[in-house]
Every structure is written in structure tokens, then in C-alpha cells.
């Protein structure tokens, strides 16, 4: 499992650049890219904020952003949920009796990255529409637990959102 590494505390001059218009796009997008992935529909189960980003367990990946905005985008799910998503994501788009079980494995966790990826990327396309430029790394895949995803000095928006598989959360840290 790759580590993960934390960004330095935000300088003084840094301030958070979480809003409705740079939050709202993930929100459109993980609805319109989960449905155009898997068929199912997502639903908004609330919205938080804390410091930091702590997981006891979990699975997920996690993407830098850079740009005119930049920060962490965490996206994080029960097991059983990405193992469900991915599969369903897979079966979409292969015939699975081909595969062999450490092939399978190591496509359900390509396809969990793509998935963020995908909502990431659709989400960039909104901030530009709202007149924000930014860019992505490519996402970094995560299985564990006691895992520090975002520093605890960084402002976090947690979007808890829901499918027919289960609950899974966008955390996004963003600063201007």
C-alpha cells in the first residue's frame, strides 16, 4: 500500500476557497458520472465540515488539485460499497467469466480509480465553466485503516452521499 503523504500546513496568506461553486460541482458530478457508470442514482445525504481528514477503515483514493484552487479531494467508501460500484462498473463494460481472481481484483481497483478520476475530472470541467482553472494528479488508491488522508490543519467538506450499494463521502480541503 503506497503511503500517504501529507502537504505542509497552509500558509498564513491561504485562504479556504470552499463554496458553493466549487463544492457544488462535485456534487453534479459524482450524480451524473456513478449513473453513467454503474446505472445507479445518487443522492446528497448531507453536508459537514471538520478539520482534517482521519480514516478508522476504509477504502477509496484521494487526488490532488492545483491550479487557481488547490487542495485534496478524498473520496472514501465502505469495502463492500467499492467492491459493489467497481464490479458494477466492470460488468458494464467486459465479460468477467474470462478472468482469473487476481485479474478481477485488480480490475474492481482500477475501476474504483477511475471512477474518481472520472467525478474529479467532470468536477474540474464545472470549476472551469465557473471561471476556475485548475488541474489533477492522478488519484491515489487507499485500503486501510488509522490513515491521516488530510492534514488536520486543512479545512474539510465532507459530502456524504448515498447509492442503492451504500453510503460513500467526498471530503474536498480547497484553498485559494
Same mark, same amino acid.
Given at each position: 500500500?503506497?503511503?500517504?503523504?501529507?502537504?505542509?500546513?497552509?500558509?498564513?496568506?491561504?485562504?479556504? &476557497?470552499?463554496?458553493?461553486?466549487?463544492?457544488?460541482?462535485?456534487?453534479? &458530478?459524482?450524480?451524473?458520472?456513478?449513473?453513467?457508470?454503474?446505472?445507479?442514482?445518487?443522492?446528497?445525504?448531507?453536508?459537514?465540515?471538520?478539520?482534517?481528514?482521519?480514516?478508522?477503515?476504509?477504502?477509496?483514493?484521494?487526488?490532488?488539485?492545483?491550479?487557481?484552487?488547490?487542495?485534496?479531494?478524498?473520496?472514501?467508501?465502505?469495502?463492500?460499497? &467499492?467492491?459493489?460500484?467497481?464490479?458494477?462498473?466492470?460488468?458494464?463494460?467486459?465479460?468477467?467469466?474470462?478472468?482469473?481472481?487476481?485479474?478481477?481484483?485488480?480490475?474492481?481497483? #482500477?475501476?474504483?480509480?477511475?471512477?474518481?478520476?472520472?467525478?474529479?475530472?467532470?468536477?474540474?470541467?464545472?470549476?472551469?465553466?465557473?471561471?476556475?482553472?485548475?488541474?489533477?494528479?492522478?488519484?491515489?488508491?487507499?485500503?486501510?485503516?488509522?490513515?491521516?488522508?488530510?492534514?488536520?490543519?486543512?479545512?474539510?467538506?465532507?459530502?456524504?452521499?448515498?447509492?442503492?450499494?451504500?453510503?460513500?463521502?467526498?471530503?474536498? &480541503?480547497?484553498? #485559494?
Amino acid at each position: 500500500m503506497p503511503a500517504v503523504i501529507l502537504k505542509q500546513r497552509p500558509a498564513q496568506k491561504e485562504r479556504p &476557497a470552499m463554496e458553493a461553486r466549487t463544492v457544488n460541482p462535485f456534487i453534479i &458530478a459524482a450524480v451524473q458520472i456513478v449513473r453513467e457508470n454503474t446505472g445507479l442514482s445518487v443522492a446528497k445525504d448531507g453536508v459537514s465540515v471538520q478539520q482534517g481528514k482521519f480514516t478508522p477503515a476504509g477504502t477509496g483514493m484521494s487526488l490532488d488539485i492545483s491550479g487557481q484552487i488547490h487542495g485534496k479531494i478524498v473520496y472514501e467508501f465502505s469495502k463492500g460499497v &467499492a467492491a459493489r460500484l467497481s464490479q458494477r462498473m466492470v460488468e458494464k463494460q467486459l465479460d468477467l467469466s474470462m478472468l482469473e481472481a487476481g485479474d478481477f481484483r485488480k480490475l474492481l481497483h #482500477a475501476a474504483l480509480l477511475e471512477l474518481g478520476n472520472q467525478i474529479t475530472a467532470r468536477a474540474i470541467t464545472l470549476l472551469e465553466q465557473n471561471g476556475i482553472n485548475c488541474t489533477i494528479s492522478p488519484p491515489k488508491f487507499y485500503l486501510g485503516q488509522d490513515m491521516q488522508l488530510i492534514h488536520p490543519h486543512l479545512r474539510t467538506i465532507v459530502l456524504a452521499l448515498k447509492t442503492e450499494y451504500g453510503p460513500f463521502t467526498i471530503n474536498i &480541503a480547497l484553498y #485559494a
